[in-house]
């Protein structure tokens, strides 16, 4: 027998691949349009990245822009995502600096980097449940130890008072998401102030891990106020910022998850450190989709518009979602105010939220997750993507309405 390594066995796969998987096999059996699977499992954009991004893709591709470079990222990409992110954050100028900056394949190498340069076998860290399955899995990769903390039921916001109960002399990190997969949840500046007490308390023992994938994408302001500042976070204030982990990349808010690039932002010293990781993991990110990186997140009016377009198409989705699923027998409803996920409560049901998928997938021909692979806390809940066109998004509710409508 092979003897794999201790510190991949308890990794899991992510569920939106294995139920990709699934749907697919029902897919290529399919012979009439009704068969067919609609996709709600997967958090992708089905839009296409902005034209002027990809043009400056070739470009560079044409121009040669094809040898290694810098492993922490091109300089003009630094100089772009630090500036970048003061602007997003309303932070004055030079807060951020290129060196603070370390560009990665996704948002995913911020992570794992991250975790891999702090955190030693043993170590707690505090991570959402329920929350991005590669929490889970980058902790356990390094030895240490996933304390799951409960996320507030009326506004998906962590549990701040657990998570200052369950510190203890082996915590090292806390890992937070705003907005929220698979929530769509938002906190506030009071939970954000409650986070940055526990961290100054900590006397500089604790770092914080803040993942904004999804920061742009919230509809807390109206579609035609998209530059303004994202949602409260603990970055922006400079007293706790040197044990600070920001993560974010263009995956999302571009609709860019094939090019794979993204970054942390992170006190130097820790920049070094992931560096050195950088070197011997993935070398560096493609020097054609780093300029393609830049394009994207620089101050333009072509990006506010590409931004706002997408933004009125998940606006509308999300309530196409909130007034199909109003209408589903024993579905509670939660009102998610960002990313592009809704996060149905159908415990009323009595029948495990994995049992309720398959036979979605299988009778319905309609693919979402169970909240259970985001962690314990899931079970009861469904998880809909509604990152896709309006008419996918519409056949599918109409599809789960059906089947539960069948059931009840
Ligand atoms: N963080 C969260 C919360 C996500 O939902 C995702 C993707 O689904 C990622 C990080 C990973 O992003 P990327 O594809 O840029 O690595």
């Not at 993560?247 to 992170?266: H, I, N």
């Amino acid at each position: 027998p092979i003897s794999f390594a201790d510190r991949v066995l308890p990794l899991k796969n992510e569920g939106a691949y294995a139920m990709m998987k699934a749907a697919a096999r029902l897919d290529a059996s399919a012979t009439r349009e009704h068969e067919r699977v609609v996709h709600l499992e997967i958090g992708q954009p089905t839009i296409s990245p902005p034209p002027h991004v990809v043009r400056a893709l070739s470009e560079a591709l044409e121009r040669g822009e094809t040898k290694y470079v810098h492993p922490k990222g091109t300089l003009a990409l630094r100089e772009t995502i630090a500036r970048y992110v003061e602007r997003t954050h309303s932070l004055p100028a030079g807060s951020v600096l290129p060196e603070n900056v370390i560009v990665g394949p996704g948002a995913k190498p911020g992570l794992v980097l991250g975790c891999l340069a702090l955190l030693n076998p043993g170590d707690e860290v505090l991570i959402p449940d329920p929350g991005f399955p590669t929490y889970r899995a980058m902790v356990e990769l390094c030895g240490a130890i996933p304390v799951p903390y409960p996320l507030l039921p009326d506004t998906n916001a962590p549990d701040v008072a657990f998570i200052g109960k369950r510190i203890s002399n082996r915590t090292k990190l806390i890992v937070i998401n705003s907005p929220g997969n698979p929530t769509g949840g938002i906190f506030g500046s009071e939970d954000t102030q409650s986070l940055k007490r526990i961290l100054a308390g900590a006397a500089g023992r604790i770092w914080l891990m803040t993942d904004e994938i999804y920061s742009r994408l919230h509809y807390l302001s109206s579609t035609s106020n998209l530059a303004a500042a994202v949602p409260s976070s603990v970055f922006d204030d400079p007293e706790v910022r040197d044990r600070v982990i920001l993560v974010d990349g263009l995956s999302k808010t571009f609709a860019m998850t094939g090019f794979r690039v993204g970054y942390a932002v992170v006190p130097s010293s820790l920049a070094e450190r992931m560096e050195v990781l950088a070197v011997h993991s993935f070398g560096c990110v493609a020097p054609f989709v780093q300029h393609a990186a830049v394009t994207a997140l620089t101050d333009s009016v072509e990006n506010d518009a590409y931004l706002a377009q997408a933004m009125a198409l998940y606006r509308t989705n999300r309530d196409v979602v909130l007034a199909m699923a109003a209408d589903i027998p024993g579905c509670r409803l939660w009102r998610p105010d960002g990313a592009f996920y809704a996060w149905l409560d159908v415990s009323a049901h009595r029948q495990s939220a994995q049992l309720i998928v398959c036979e979605l997938l299988e009778r319905a021909r309609v693919a979402v997750l169970p909240g259970t692979d985001f962690g314990a806390g899931g079970e009861g809940f469904l998880r809909v993507s509604y990152a896709g066109d309006t008419a996918s998004v519409r056949e599918g509710m109409r599809r789960i309405q059906r089947f539960f409508a069948e059931k009840a």
